[in-house]
């Protein structure tokens, strides 16, 4: 490398800067770099890529992906980021991606209809080849339909087949089947009195889950009830505070709209001497990554998070199918330790 190459430092190389060393146009050396090669001559390219050597250049992928745009772009709407389960999944949509050379945007919408409505409004202008939305409410649906009309590819995680989303590609879980599933498991368990601490209705997993749980619950023996029903925030302090009510009312389990929610009830119980699942055993939902470290003593419905993943980052670098596709993959219920094992469940690995 001459000294004049040395001097510079590859993250201040710019392509005026390579231009200007090959005697030829900014444009010239992009075409270069973006592989268009009916636009320059053979000896045009070596030039440049000689240059580039010499002075160490080093392009900007990013800056690259974010100006083409359609080719590369992809957004991702949540609705909290501090819900485990959605960090879990979109980290590992962004892995996915990056091995196809793509670019996601993560955009955490907030759980208000206002909010939502804004942050869909600012996605209507961005230059989109594919949007997936994980956990959005039918209350924004109406705004995403705009989207659809601008060949943007969309796609829903856990919103289910039927209504306005049937018309759109989707991957999940039966959610109404987990539940009762995971009902079905306590009860083989011999537990009868039942407190609920469910998430908000606008939920469809939410309401799902809940749904399907009640339906597993009743169907095995009139010998049950349910002594409190609350309709919570999903996360840890709204599963905290829910807690004193609902220990209050002598529940041998407690089940929670997701596995944030049941954190949040472990620790009440754990400060307050109350052993778990002896005394309460507690239910959640999805088997995110802090669960499987913090809630060894949780009953939960685990989500199979990679191949979901996978399955959407293929269907983003297809074409658009004539027909939305949707697919239900597996779930299963993970017992807490020290639990005997019953049909239909896993126990935790030692």
Not at 145 to 174: K, P
Request: proline share 4%; net charge neutral.
């Amino acid at each position: 490398m001459t000294t004049r190459a040395r001097e510079k430092k590859s993250d201040t190389v710019t392509i005026k800067e390579i231009a200007a060393r090959c005697q030829l146009s900014t444009s010239t050396v992009s075409h270069v770099l973006n592989g268009q090669s009916g636009r320059y001559s053979e000896d045009t390219a070596q030039r440049v890529w000689r240059a580039i050597r010499e002075l160490g250049y080093q392009p900007n992928h990013i800056g690259r992906m974010l100006r083409k745009g359609n080719d590369w772009l992809y957004g991702a709407l949540v609705p909290n980021l501090a819900n485990v389960f959605y960090a879990d999944f979109v980290h590992a949509l962004d892995i996915a991606l990056q091995s196809q050379d793509r670019l996601l945007l993560t955009v955490s919408v907030g759980d208000t209809l206002e909010l939502q409505q804004r942050t869909m409004k600012n996605m209507n202008g961005a230059m989109l080849a594919g949007l997936v939305l994980i956990g959005s409410t039918a209350q924004e649906l109406h705004q995403i339909v705009t989207l659809s009309h601008r060949n943007t590819r969309l796609v829903f995680v856990n919103r289910g087949t039927t209504g306005l989303y049937a018309n759109y590609c989707g991957v999940g879980i039966d959610n109404f089947g987990a539940g009762k599933d995971l009902a079905v498991v306590v009860r083989r368990g011999g537990r009868r009195r039942l407190a609920l601490l469910r998430g908000p209705d606008f939920s469809y997993a939410s309401r799902q889950r809940y749904e399907g749980f009640l339906a597993g619950w009743v169907d095995h023996g009139p010998d049950v009830a349910i002594v409190y029903d609350a309709t919570i925030r999903l996360t840890p302090d709204a599963g905290f505070a829910a807690a004193q009510e609902a220990v209050g009312q002598n529940p041998d389990v407690i089940y929670c709209g997701n596995d944030m929610v049941a954190l949040g009830v472990l620790e009440y119980c754990a400060t307050h001497g109350i052993r778990v699942p002896d005394q309460i055993l507690i239910t959640g939902f999805d088997y995110n990554s802090m669960t499987q470290v913090l809630g060894q003593r949780l009953m939960t419905v685990a989500q199979p998070i990679d191949a979901m993943a996978l399955t959407v980052a293929e269907w983003l670098s297809m074409p658009q199918p004539e027909q939305p596709v949707h697919r239900i993959m597996p779930h299963r219920v993970v017992l807490p330790r020290g639990w005997n094992e019953g049909p239909g469940a896993t126990t935790r690995e030692s």
